[in-house]
């Protein structure tokens, strides 16, 4: 029997996933989406670690995806100068301009409209929410002086939350623009953009892509600050994916409401029918220890049973040191949960008559219909990978089993819940082809004799239209 687990996992390349042996190893494992961090990214690098993947693609012959993800306007002190500890009610200047060594009265910041956009009475959070200064006056050019209310040791390059501040940065810097160019070069599968706050981000990097690529490059919107869960409706309106990107939200947010803003997003992405990714701290305690606390497990079956379309690692698989292990705990855990009775998602029909309507209630009505009937799977003819995200959306029981001729989505379509993509460019008739996909799904181990079959396609087929007609099949043979 094929991997069943329908639940994606993304791991993040890094210093302890740079050999070819040990990335097949976590493919094995269960990894379908590796995610390239380009906050620590050396180009060199990533063009052997894409080359590796794709070269085991072609060996295992599976396809698994690539996730470029930018930086976005990460705010940062400078470099200190010997241990400095601040204690509560300390004064200290935070300081743009040129780089100089800080020490406990002053600290250089790499963010230069800082003292322009932050008002007295706002709050500077460093090193994920350790220590807390409060605004006191700006000089709105160079310096800004604060208050420690939280103290403790102030570190080199540690990152900066303006959580009461509305920054002036776009979310696409010119360092982003740079990774973006050479990811698209790369054909990378997914773009994600970090800092996601307005519709306007995302509009920014949609065009670049377009200028730059003949092919989409679908983009995954990290939500992690508290403007994009405000505005989350017209986020989704130009993302094709979202993060959860519970670090710097659980630093900009409380953290004690980051767990219900995260229900409500995974819900908002099911209903727009995009996929959701759930990031941050799922295994961390593994980047050293060969066991997860129950925490952890806990947190990762909860997010599949929110309705995650992926669970995503980052130190575990890039710095930690058992990045093979980490993903075997996971896949079990996602095998465990996900076929769970308790699982609900959202099972309204489609009712707003886009042009699009007819597809769309097709998925629907196969989603629904493949419950009832016990359908082992559901098979798709797609050209852009459409169907194969609003089947998924729906969480169908059965198998979502894609064909394509069109090798750019194979990989992208690797990051939906459930579903398993095929290459396949023999159009001829519909019986025939109906033929040919169900001889390549027991082939593969996906259907037996007396399985019942859901085949969705685009009538006439050799047009490649939207998908219009649903047969339902009960296999007889399973001869290939």
Not at 85 to 94: A, L
Not at 159 to 168: H, K
Not at 221 to 248: F, H
Not at 277 to 282: E, G, K, R, S
Request: charged share 25%; hydrophobic share 40%; with cysteine.
């Amino acid at each position: 029997m094929p991997n069943t687990k329908k639940t994606k996992i993304v791991a993040t390349l890094g210093p302890a996933t740079s050999n070819k042996d040990i990335i097949r190893d976590m493919i094995n494992a269960g990894v379908d989406v590796f995610r390239i961090n380009f906050s620590h990214a050396d180009y060199d690098d990533v063009k052997e670690r894409i080359a590796m993947i794709r070269e085991l693609n072609e060996e295992l012959g599976i396809f698994t995806a690539i996730l470029a993800d930018l930086q976005g306007p990460k705010l940062r002190v400078g470099v200190m100068g010997g241990e400095v500890v601040v204690s509560p009610g300390d004064e200290i200047v935070f300081e743009t301009g040129e780089p100089f060594e800080g020490d406990a009265e002053r600290v250089y910041m790499n963010y230069q409209n800082f003292p322009r956009d932050v008002n007295p009475g706002e709050r500077v959070l460093l090193d994920d929410g350790k220590l807390i200064f409060e605004i006191l006056e700006t000089d709105h050019k160079k310096k800004v002086k604060a208050r420690v209310v939280q103290g403790g040791p102030l570190k080199s390059k540690k990152g900066v939350n303006l959580p009461n501040t509305n920054i002036s940065l776009p979310a696409l810097t010119e360092k982003d623009v740079k990774d973006a160019l050479f990811a698209i070069g790369q054909q990378v599968d997914w773009i994600a953009l970090s800092f996601v706050r307005y519709s306007q981000d995302l509009i920014d990097l949609q065009n670049l892509i377009r200028e730059n690529s003949e092919h989409k490059i679908p983009i995954v919107a990290k939500i992690e600050k508290p403007e994009a869960v405000q505005n989350i409706d017209k986020i989704v309106s130009y993302c094709d994916g979202l993060m959860v990107a519970r670090g710097d939200l659980g630093v900009e947010i409380p953290a004690q409401e980051v767990p219900l803003i995260q229900k409500k997003l995974v819900l908002r992405a099911k209903k727009a029918r995009i996929p959701v990714i759930i990031a941050t701290q799922m295994m961390e305690t593994m980047i050293t220890s060969l066991t997860p606390t129950r925490a952890e497990v806990n947190d990762v079956a909860n997010s599949v049973m929110d309705g995650a379309d992926a669970v995503m690692l980052s130190g575990e698989t890039s710095v930690g040191n058992y990045p093979v292990q980490v993903i075997e705990k996971m896949s079990s855990i996602l095998h465990s949960v996900e076929g769970s009775d308790l699982i609900k998602v959202p099972q309204e029909p489609p009712h707003i008559r886009t042009k699009r309507y007819i597809t769309k209630s097709v998925c629907y009505h196969a989603a629904l219909m493949a419950n009832e009937i016990k359908a082992k799977a559901i098979s798709t003819l797609t050209n852009s990978g459409y169907t194969a995200f609003q089947i998924s959306a729906w969480r169908p029981s059965a198998h979502i089993l894609v064909f394509t001729s069109n090798k750019r989505i194979l990989t992208q379509l690797n990051l939906l819940w459930g579903v398993k993509a095929f290459y396949y460019d023999r159009f001829v008739s519909t019986d025939e082809t109906i033929e040919d996909v169900n001889a390549i799904a027991c082939k593969k181990g996906f259907l037996d004799v007396g399985d019942m079959l859901i085949s969705l396609a685009a009538m006439p087929i050799k047009a490649k239209g939207m998908v219009n007609t649903l047969r339902v099949t009960e296999i007889e043979t399973c001869s290939f």
